[in-house]
C-alpha cells in the first residue's frame, strides 16, 4: 500500500517507519528540515515541505496514495488547515490526529475519515490498523507475534472455527470471541457492550457482527486478513 503521512514528530515518524518496515510505500512530509534529514534512511520518501500550500500539495501522487494521515499535533491549526487542503483535494482515506475533544468535532465536521489519538493509541496499533483488513484492535507481543481483534470476515459468518481450519490452515489460534449487545440502564437508555464469551473451542459457531480475537505471527495474521 502507499502512505503519506504529514508530520514526523514522535507519532509520525514511528508509524512511517514501522509502515516502511512492513513493505509499504511511505512518503514522510514535514517542514523541518532535520526531522526530514534524520529518517530519509528510514523510511521510502522524505519531502521537505509546507502541508498547508495547497499548490505545493496537489503536486503530489495524491491519485496513486491509498491513505494519508495527518499526524501535526503541535499546532492544532496547521493541523485542521493540512487536514482541509487535503480532504479538499479529494484523497481516498483521510486520518487526522486530534488533541482534544473539540479538535476532534472540527475534523469529523471536515469530514475525516478517522481519527488518531496518539496519547491513547500507539503507531504499533494504527500499523496493523492500516496493513490489516477488518482489523479492530491489535496487542504486539513482540516484533514477531500478535493478538489482533478483527471482524469476521463474511464468507465465515455461520461456521465454527473447526469448519474454518483456522489451525490447520492459517496456523493461528482462536482464543475467544466478542458480542456486541445492547444493554438498557434503569433510565430506560440504551448502550453497546462488548461481551467477551470465554476461551473458544472448534465448535464455536461465528455469527455477525462478532468479533473473532487470534494471536499468531505477524506474517500470518497479514496473510489471513489480506486474504
Same mark, same amino acid.
Given at each position: 500500500?502507499?502512505?503519506?503521512?504529514?508530520?514526523?514528530?514522535?507519532?509520525?515518524?514511528?508509524?512511517?517507519?514501522?509502515?516502511?518496515?512492513?513493505?509499504?510505500?511511505?512518503?514522510?512530509?514535514?517542514?523541518?528540515?532535520?526531522?526530514?534529514?534524520?529518517?530519509?534512511?528510514?523510511?521510502?520518501?522524505?519531502?521537505?515541505?509546507?502541508?498547508?500550500?495547497?499548490?505545493?500539495?496537489?503536486?503530489?501522487?495524491?491519485?496513486?496514495?491509498?491513505?494519508?494521515?495527518?499526524?501535526?499535533?503541535?499546532?492544532?491549526?496547521?493541523?485542521?488547515?493540512?487536514?482541509?487542503?487535503?480532504?479538499?483535494?479529494?484523497?481516498?482515506?483521510?486520518?487526522?490526529?486530534?488533541?482534544?475533544?473539540?479538535?476532534?468535532?472540527?475534523?469529523?465536521?471536515?469530514?475525516?475519515?478517522?481519527?488518531?489519538?496518539?496519547?491513547?493509541?500507539?503507531?504499533?496499533?494504527?500499523?496493523?490498523?492500516?496493513?490489516?483488513?477488518?482489523?479492530?484492535?491489535?496487542?504486539?507481543? +513482540?516484533?514477531?507475534? @500478535?493478538?489482533? %481483534?478483527?471482524? =469476521?470476515?463474511?464468507?465465515?459468518?455461520?461456521? #465454527? *472455527?473447526? !469448519?474454518?481450519?483456522?489451525?490447520?490452515?492459517?496456523?493461528?489460534?482462536?482464543?475467544?470471541?466478542?458480542?456486541?449487545?445492547?444493554?438498557?440502564? +434503569?433510565?430506560?437508555? @440504551?448502550?453497546? %457492550?462488548?461481551? =467477551?464469551?470465554?476461551?473458544?473451542?472448534?465448535? #464455536? *459457531?461465528? !455469527?455477525?457482527?462478532?468479533?473473532?480475537?487470534?494471536?499468531?505471527?505477524?506474517?500470518?495474521?497479514?496473510?489471513?486478513?489480506?486474504?
Amino acid at each position: 500500500m502507499k502512505f503519506i503521512i504529514v508530520g514526523l514528530g514522535n507519532f509520525g515518524a514511528s508509524l512511517a517507519e514501522k509502515l516502511t518496515s512492513q513493505g509499504n510505500e511511505v512518503i514522510g512530509i514535514d517542514n523541518n528540515m532535520y526531522k526530514v534529514d534524520s529518517l530519509k534512511e528510514k523510511i521510502s520518501h522524505t519531502i521537505c515541505m509546507d502541508a498547508m500550500d495547497e499548490l505545493t500539495v496537489a503536486g503530489l501522487p495524491l491519485n496513486d496514495t491509498d491513505v494519508v494521515i495527518i499526524a501535526i499535533g503541535e499546532e492544532q491549526g496547521a493541523n485542521v488547515m493540512t487536514t482541509a487542503i487535503f480532504k479538499n483535494l479529494k484523497v481516498k482515506r483521510l486520518i487526522s490526529r486530534a488533541i482534544n475533544p473539540l479538535h476532534e468535532k472540527v475534523l469529523f465536521a471536515i469530514g475525516v475519515d478517522e481519527i488518531v489519538h496518539p496519547e491513547e493509541e500507539t503507531a504499533e496499533r494504527w500499523a496493523k490498523k492500516l496493513c490489516l483488513n477488518n482489523v479492530v484492535d491489535s496487542f504486539e507481543l +513482540n516484533d514477531d507475534f @500478535s493478538i489482533i %481483534e478483527i471482524s =469476521v470476515p463474511t464468507q465465515f459468518i455461520g461456521k #465454527t *472455527i473447526r !469448519e474454518i481450519q483456522l489451525r490447520a490452515k492459517y496456523n493461528l489460534l482462536a482464543l475467544t470471541t466478542i458480542k456486541k449487545t445492547e444493554v438498557k440502564s +434503569n433510565v430506560g437508555k @440504551s448502550r453497546n %457492550e462488548d461481551l =467477551v464469551q470465554g476461551v473458544a473451542s472448534p465448535d #464455536t *459457531i461465528l !455469527e455477525k457482527n462478532d468479533i473473532l480475537v487470534i494471536y499468531g505471527s505477524n506474517k500470518d495474521l497479514r496473510k489471513f486478513t489480506n486474504q
